[in-house]
T-cell receptor, first 111, second 113 residues
Framework: GENVEQHPSTLSVQEGDSAVIKCTYSDSASNYFPWYKQELGKRPQLIIDIRSNVGEKKDQRIAVTLNKTAKHFSLHITETQPEDSAVYFCAASQGDYKLSFGAGTTVTVRA | DADVTQTPRNRITKTGKRIMLECSQTKGHDRMYWYRQDPGLGLRLIYYSFDVKDINKGEISDGYSVSRQAQAKFSLSLESAIPNQTALYFC????????????FGPGTRLTVL
């Protein structure tokens, strides 16, 4: 099955700086890569996703890049704000239902 | 607003007891999922269902069973609970004809003593 590794496990950034989270996947057949954000005590929520036919996708301050050859994808958050503090999970799947999640990255934005 | 709900939200039980976690949704989605979340391990898929009476094993189905008797309801059972099943359990739904997003419920925190 698919194996997704996520780094770093924790990330502390100064407000206004950028944050980058990286994930690698093992199954070359995977073609869907979502990112979920989970605030403390809350449910995970989708923030952005990308399919394998696209190399980069951007939505305001967040962007995701995908390198199919190297089998890795990354989440970039620019101009970080306190409300960006949360746990972020990457995931991969062939199709869009049987998601394999990474272990998560706890992001803390320091004021 | 259409939503995904879970009951109970918190449950403490003893080793060997049978327990059922319930998930209901008003989103009208056909696909439903059960995940467990453990610190440092992320979310792992237990079972998923594409329609009523359709059941598929996920990554970690051993020790669990599910029932999908109606489109809106998906139940997870632990026939004989053990301490390493202590975790946060999430139900989720999706409608692939609209979007790829999975919508999660609020979670059930289960403790097995």
């Amino acid at each position: 099955g698919e194996n997704v590794e996520q780094h770093p496990s924790t990330l502390s950034v100064q407000e206004g700086d950028s944050a980058v989270i990286k994930c690698t996947y093992s199954d070359s057949a995977s073609n869907y890569f979502p990112w979920y954000k989970q605030e403390l005590g809350k449910r995970p929520q989708l923030i952005i996703d990308i399919r394998s036919n696209v190399g980069e996708k951007k939505d305001q301050r967040i962007a995701v890049t995908l390198n199919k050859t190297a089998k890795h994808f990354s989440l970039h958050i620019t101009e970080t704000q306190p409300e960006d503090s949360a746990v972020y999970f990457c995931a991969a799947s062939q199709g869009d239902y049987k998601l394999s999640f990474g272990a998560g990255t706890t992001v803390t934005v320091r004021a | 607003d259409a939503d995904v709900t879970q009951t109970p939200r918190n449950r403490i039980t003893k080793t060997g007891k049978r327990i059922m976690l319930e998930c209901s949704q008003t989103k009208g989605h056909d696909r439903m999922y059960w995940y467990r979340q453990d610190p440092g391990l992320g979310l792992r898929l237990i079972y998923y269902s594409f329609d009523v009476k359709d059941i598929n094993k996920g990554e970690i189905s051993d020790g669990y069973s599910v029932s999908r008797q109606a489109q809106a309801k998906f139940s997870l059972s632990l026939e004989s609970a053990i301490p390493n099943q202590t975790a946060l359990y999430f139900c989720a739904t999706s409608d692939p004809w609209v979007a790829n997003e999975q919508f999660f419920g609020p979670g059930t925190r289960l403790t097995v003593l």
